[in-house]
């Protein structure tokens, strides 16, 4: 089934539908997003949505897509106020921290990543495209700290990039089990870690 060509109150109403659904996602994951659900949640019906989509993979790739400018507003936006290089730098790894510790059902990346990581298709392209967007975004603000001399010229961005990830995962993996304000505490003391360690 075809989607409807957008219009103003078309847009507005796709709109709506993916933030109902990007909630549900969250706490649900994206295998467990229903068209019905989500036509409940905004009081439509199925077929209204799925004129809006035409498929469920059509609109599970409108979340992820949802989710992507969920985290650059809450993270990279932000950190683009800070001065370049190590300001900026920390700024996005401790914003990316709050993220993944700071809301119910943790970061739909990294829960269609593991939902998807050994499923190919189009969702699986998706996720591993915008990750590999965003660790790149993160290579790029390692490199203007390497520039500015607050990191050590041989510093390696794209290991201390993946680096970074690790403490990513394991504060993600942390605050949904344990406590969460010990599970950010000790991600920024890694943060600290890491970072000195490109320092000395």
């Known amino acids: 089934m075809a989607a409807i ?36 949640a905004v009081s439509m019906s199925k077929s209204g949505v799925f004129a809006h989509f035409g498929s469920r993979e059509e609109l599970q790739l409108a979340v992820l897509e949802a989710g992507v400018q969920h985290f650059i507003e809450a993270v990279f936006r932000p950190a683009l106020r800070e001065r370049r290089g190590l300001p900026r730098l ?6 990316t921290l709050e993220w993944m510790s700071g809301s119910v059902g943790g970061c739909p990346m990294v829960s269609a990543a593991i939902e998807y990581d050994d499923r190919p298709g189009a969702i699986r392209d998706a996720v591993a495209g915008y990750q590999k967007r965003l ?11 390497i520039e500015t001399g607050e990191l050590r010229a041989d510093t390696d961005g794209e290991q201390l ?8 995962l394991a504060v993600h993996h942390d605050s949904r089990l344990f406590d969460k304000d010990i599970a950010v505490q000790r ?8 970072v000195a360690s490109a320092q000395s």
């Open 187 to 194: 991600g920024l003391r890694a943060v600290d870690r890491l």
């Open 135 to 145: 660790r790149t975004e993160l290579v790029k603000a390692i490199g203007m700290a």
């Open 5 to 40: 060509a957008p219009t103003p109150k078309g847009v507005a109403t796709r709109d709506l539908i993916v933030e109902r659904a990007y909630q549900q996602v969250r706490l649900g994951g994206f295998e467990g997003l229903s068209i019905g659900g989500v036509a409940s």
């Open 90 to 95: 920390l700024s996005i790894m401790r914003r």
């Open 161 to 168: 990039a993946f680096e970074f990830f690790a403490i990513e």
